[in-house]
């Protein structure tokens, strides 16, 4: 009976130890959580909503920006005595250039902002919102 009782004792710490084991080796799987969180707040279907709105108004952003401004054709229509004329196209062509640097860049903060909703939307999927589950997963996948 000694060695009955002896036995089951190994045997619970045993199980014990390599649960605790497998539960530490698990850790990466809530990798995601330690990072930064933005939307971490909004409802799941507040969230699925502003996706379906930034994929749109990201591909409008896109589609204005897709041709990056040319004004090769403006300073060379100008004679090559007129310098004063060339100048002047070449600032108008740089001020064109530098609006559609700044439409580029917010078309490319949409583009961040819409795959910190998707990242979101990711941890959601895969339940890690929610700790019981992640412990159950860390704890019992082998």
Same mark, same amino acid.
């Given at each position: 009976m000694v060695k009955l009782v002896l036995l089951f004792v190994v045997? &619970? @710490?045993?199980? !014990?130890?390599?649960?605790y084991w497998?539960?530490?080796r698990? =850790?990466?799987?809530?990798a995601d959580l330690h990072k930064p969180r933005p939307f971490a707040n909004l409802s799941t279907p507040d969230l699925v909503k502003l996706i379906a709105a930034y994929e749109a108004e990201t591909k409008r952003a896109k589609a204005r920006v897709a041709a990056a401004p040319g004004g090769e054709d403006a300073i060379d229509r100008k004679g090559e005595s007129d310098v004063g !004329?060339?100048?002047? @196209?070449? @600032? =108008?062509f740089?001020?064109?250039?530098? @609006?559609?640097?700044?439409?580029?860049g917010a078309a490319m903060?949409?583009? &961040?902002?819409?795959e910190q909703l998707k990242f979101e939307k990711t941890i959601r999927d895969r339940h890690l919102d929610d700790p019981t589950e992640v412990f159950k997963r860390r704890l019992l996948t082998f």
């Open positions: 045997l &619970v @710490a045993a199980a !014990g130890g390599g649960l497998n539960y530490n698990n =850790a990466g799987m809530e !004329g060339k100048a002047e @196209a070449f @600032a =108008a740089q001020r064109q250039n530098e @609006a559609w640097k700044a439409q580029r903060e949409h583009q &961040v902002e819409l």
